[in-house]
């Protein structure tokens, strides 16, 4: 039997810290379920930014963002949102805003550090959340985070199982690749900016070419790809807050990355997956 493990990445296999600040109060959320908090409202949407962390840095701090990020031709991806909205419409807002400043991520990219650059891996991951009735950038959004204690560990003995790995998350690409590369997964088997109902299809078109297809995720944008999947994984490693229906949805509850290894071994039987 063949298999393939699709992990989600910020909750799942790093252990993440997240800041949002709103631009009009400026209060300061650390440590935030961004998703979550993109959810709460059927108007938010939150995106990713191509931005680097050091450049932002050192641009002007009261420049509008949204002429830094035209000026720099930076562009976005769409991590979750709760309503279909054309890629243009999200551009016009991003690109017209006339109310965050640079500052207002240069805030949260520097919340983040302080709390994980004694890590020996940091991947950090800078966006917005967009406000479609505004409209405009509501909040400034930074994540980073480092593998969880045993995650390099439970992909080598997947590995070792010839069981095919798989990373589906709202993350940009470049971010992603340097977990991949650190865990061992190959590059092109990493999907970035992957929407909840983009992580579904990933799953859904796996299922064509392997006999059983498990998902690992720990949030709520993880649960359309949890119904499509054959078998479904909540961890609950970095958080035990979970909803009801994402719980519901899930076949096995963990407390651990590694714990999704004797799982997979009892999907498989006697261990080994044939290729």
Known sequence: MSIAVVFDSAGTLLRSYRTARDVVTGELLSDVETTVLTCLDSSR??????????????????????????????????????????????????????????????????????????????????????????????????????PFEGAKEAMADLHAMGVATYIASGDRAAKLEKIADHLGIPRDQVHGIATPSIKAQIVDDLKHCYDTVVMVGDGINDLQAFTKADVAILSEQQSRQKPKKLCDAADYIIGNVSDVVPIVRDLCGDGIVSI
């Open 45 to 146: 949407v939150l995106i990713a930014l191509n931005a680097h962390s050091r450049d932002v840095i050192a641009a002007p701090p009261d420049q509008l963002l949204s002429t830094y990020l035209c000026d720099r031709e930076i562009g976005f991806g769409v991590s979750c949102l709760r309503q279909v909205v054309p890629q243009e419409h999200l551009a016009r807002i991003l690109y017209q805003d006339e109310t965050a400043r640079v500052e207002d991520l240069q805030t949260c990219i520097r919340d983040v550090w302080r709390t994980l650059k004694e890590e020996s891996l940091v991947v950090m991951d800078s966006g917005a959340i967009l406000n479609l009735s505004r409209p405009g950038i509501e909040f400034t959004v930074t994540a980073g985070g480092r």
